[in-house]
T-cell receptor, first 111, second 113 residues
Framework: QKEVEQDPGPLSVPEGAIVSLNCTYSNSAFQYFMWYRQYSRKGPELLMYTYSSGNKEDGRFTAQVDKSSKYISLFIRDSQPSDSATYLC???????????FGTGTRLKVLA | DSGVTQTPKHLITATGQRVTLRCSPRSGDLSVYWYQQSLDQGLQFLIHYYNGEERAKGNILERFSAQQFPDLHSELNLSSLELGDSALYFCASSRARGSYEQYFGPGTRLTVT
């Protein structure tokens, strides 16, 4: 079993839709949770990171962590065609400097 | 543009060969991380260097090695290459020793034939 599981998609939504991207993880020691966006033929870029449980909002993006169910989510409001990319979740434990990534979910926002 | 540079962009080589991938971090960043991305395994953390010293190892094979030089650029050496080593190799950098705010380079695509 992988430490971080992510549905590969692709997930296709119409422009303006609310998108929900999700990951599950197995190690309860994970404390830091990140979401990266990766466009085709590019390196990943950090969207958001959160520590422990709770929500964090940045513009159209909201990251949510539920440590009790080991579930992390990224919500994208008012999705745009420019949001079409692969979204990677990642986790880490404090002080280990090791980062575990999900395999990514491919998102397509249709104009 | 993240400010992280990687060379070469593409590399095609034969099984059994050795290659060196190079990474220059963003100006002022002391940490360098190496990752391998393949279709079936996703993005795998390989190794982390901070200011010239190795800080963490992930799923890095013994055939692979890395170092960070005094000018902070880093090299990833891959030897005795196998077909399964074909992948995208990314370098990322951050200011701090272990930061979740990592800036990724454009990657080096390695093809082993």
């Amino acid at each position: 079993q992988k430490e971080v599981e992510q549905d590969p998609g692709p997930l296709s939504v119409p422009e303006g839709a609310i998108v929900s991207l999700n990951c599950t993880y197995s190690n309860s020691a994970f404390q830091y949770f990140m979401w990266y966006r990766q466009y085709s033929r590019k390196g990943p870029e950090l969207l958001m990171y959160t520590y422990s449980s709770g929500n964090k909002e940045d513009g159209r993006f909201t990251a949510q962590v539920d440590k009790s169910s080991k579930y992390i989510s990224l919500f994208i409001r008012d999705s745009q065609p420019s949001d079409s990319a692969t979204y990677l979740c990642a986790t880490s434990t404090s002080g280990t400097y090791k980062y575990i990534f999900g395999t990514g979910t491919r998102l397509k926002v249709l104009a | 543009d993240s400010g992280v540079t990687q060379t070469p962009k593409h590399l095609i080589t034969a099984t059994g060969q050795r290659v060196t991938l190079r990474c220059s971090p963003r100006s002022g960043d002391l940490s360098v991380y190496w990752y391998q991305q393949s279709l079936d395994q996703g993005l795998q953390f390989l190794i982390h260097y901070y200011n010239g010293e190795e800080r963490a190892k992930g799923n890095i094979l013994e055939r692979f090695s890395a170092q960070q030089f005094p000018d902070l650029h880093s090299e990833l050496n891959l030897s005795s290459l196998e077909l399964g080593d074909s992948a995208l190799y990314f370098c990322a950098s951050s200011r701090a020793r272990g930061s979740y705010e990592q800036y990724f380079g454009p990657g080096t695509r390695l093809t082993v034939t």
